[in-house]
């Protein structure tokens, strides 16, 4: 088993509606949750962070974490084209620093 | 967010040479440094894990040799890779965080070797 694992995708999605983004882990000491976007050619960018179960909202994005089920999710209200990109969950777990990256999910908006 | 700035963004070098990539925090002070390195479509790849003032820890499979890691202060750390090849063209990423804080990547640098 992965320890951080992501439906690769594509997910397509129309302009305007909800993305779905999913991640679990398989560490149950893992203590912080990350979501980061990499546009193809570029480097990840940090959306969102994540630590306490529950939602967290900012703009259009709230990630929600279940640490019960080891599970977290990156929501995108009102999908843009320029949402299209590749998602990756992180993970930290413990007390040590290194983050463990899933494969990547693809999502695609389309008009 | 905090910025991480790597340079250069693209180098062209041909093989058998050593190419350095640097990794500066600007704006704030890194603890830890990671290297990434990722092949077209393909995930993020963990090469090395690097401390201020101590030696990097290199993941299974990647030679220590022949990518050299230096963390010499909290805002830079350096990769170096030796005795280049065309096997080695790839992407390479830096991320930093400070005390086990959110990570910031820097823009990554592409590495041709002809």
Known sequence: QKEVEQNSGPLSVPEGAIASLNCTYSDRGSQSFFWYRQYSGKSPELIMSIYSNGDKEDGRFTA???????????????????????????????????????????????? | GAVVSQ??????????????????????????????RQFPKQSLMLMATSNEGSKATYEQGVEKDKFLINHASLTLSTLTVTS??????????????????????GQGTRLTVV
Request: glycine letters at 8%; a positive charge; proline letters at 3%.
């Open chain 1, 64 to 111: 929600q974490l279940n640490k019960a089920s080891q599970y977290v999710s990156l929501l995108i209200r009102d999908s843009q084209p320029s949402d299209s990109a590749t998602y990756l969950c992180a993970v930290r777990t413990g007390g040590g620093n290194k983050l463990t990256f899933g494969t990547g999910t693809q999502l695609k908006v389309e008009l």
């Open chain 2, 84 to 105: 280049a090849h065309p096997e080695d063209s790839s992407f390479y990423i830096c991320s930093a965080t400070a005390h086990g804080a959110e990570a910031f990547f």
């Open chain 2, 7 to 36: 340079h250069p963004s693209r180098v062209i070098c041909k093989s058998g040479t050593s190419v350095k990539i640097e990794c500066r925090s600007l704006d704030f002070q890194a603890t830890t440094m990671f290297w990434y």
